[in-house]
């Protein structure tokens, strides 16, 4: 199984990491990170850099796509050689996945008309603009194409897709392996348990 992970200007790097951290622990699983060319992509926050080592022309048709968010999501709306990357990629793939804002990637790409699907908290809204159906949930899955909720979700999503494409012990046995055991040491992880003015905050820090 190959999975591909493309990077973007300003992407999440949790958002890319998490899955990959999961999804390279299966079986017979090679995680390849692509880009417009091959090189460095630097993250949302400019000081962390992830190499791409393919192009999106190496690698036409992967098994899996997991498409990250970030802060340059908006701006990648109109990059086509990323979107185009996605829907022609979509055609082959045996699970389509997002994670954060990457689910408006998909949306650009034509992938979520009629389909139900999630993304940050923040911008819920902007899925509608795709012909979606907005969902507040950590994992929603619609067919072979699977959306996550902001950031932290895509580890939920990685391993809920490991589980499927494997089986559910063998997600279990990386769940346990990476001691992915959440205790967050504040209920503040969702809008619907934040302090009042919580939200404000939390968006002056992605925006």
């Given at each position: 199984?190959?999975?591909?992970?493309?990077?973007?200007?300003?992407?999440?790097?949790?958002?890319?990491?998490?899955?990959?951290?999961?999804?390279?622990?299966?079986?017979?699983?090679?995680?390849?990170?692509?880009?417009?060319?091959?090189?460095?992509?630097?993250?949302?926050?400019?000081?962390?850099?992830?190499?791409?080592?393919?192009?999106?022309?190496?690698?036409?048709?992967?098994?899996?796509?997991?498409?990250?968010?970030?802060?340059?999501?908006?701006?990648?709306?109109?990059?086509?050689?990323?979107?185009?990357?996605?829907?022609?990629?979509?055609?082959?793939?045996?699970?389509?996945?997002?994670?954060?804002?990457?689910?408006?990637?998909?949306?650009?790409?034509?992938?979520?008309?009629?389909?139900?699907?999630?993304?940050?908290?923040?911008?819920?809204?902007?899925?509608?603009?795709?012909?979606?159906?907005?969902v507040s949930e950590r994992v929603v899955m619609a067919g072979k194409i699977v959306t996550a909720a902001g950031v932290?979700?895509?580890?939920?999503?990685?391993?809920?897709?490991?589980?499927?494409?494997?089986?559910?012990?063998?997600?279990?046995?990386?769940?346990?392996?990476?001691?992915?055991?959440?205790?967050?040491?504040?209920?503040?992880?969702?809008?619907?348990?934040?302090?009042?003015?919580?939200?404000?905050?939390?968006?002056?820090?992605?925006?």
């Amino acid at each position: 199984m190959h999975v591909a992970i493309p990077l973007y200007p300003r992407f999440t790097a949790l958002d890319a990491v998490g899955p990959y951290q999961v999804l390279s622990f299966a079986p017979g699983c090679t995680v390849t990170f692509v880009a417009a060319e091959p090189g460095p992509v630097p993250d949302d926050h400019g000081t962390l850099t992830i190499a791409a080592t393919a192009s999106y022309a190496d690698l036409p048709a992967p098994d899996v796509i997991v498409v990250p968010g970030g802060t340059g999501t908006l701006d990648s709306l109109a990059d086509e050689a990323l979107v185009g990357w996605i829907r022609q990629a979509h055609e082959h793939t045996r699970w389509t996945t997002s994670v954060c804002s990457g689910s408006l990637l998909l949306g650009a790409a034509g992938l979520l008309t009629g389909q139900k699907a999630t993304t940050h908290w923040a911008i819920m809204e902007f899925l509608e603009r795709f012909g979606a159906e907005p969902v507040s949930e950590r994992v929603v899955m619609a067919g072979k194409i699977v959306t996550a909720a902001g950031v932290s979700a895509g580890i939920d999503m990685a391993l809920t897709l490991l589980a499927r494409v494997s089986d559910a012990e063998t997600a279990q046995s990386v769940q346990l392996a990476i001691e992915y055991d959440p205790q967050p040491p504040f209920n503040c992880g969702s809008p619907k348990t934040a302090p009042e003015g919580m939200a404000e905050r939390a968006m002056s820090l992605i925006t």
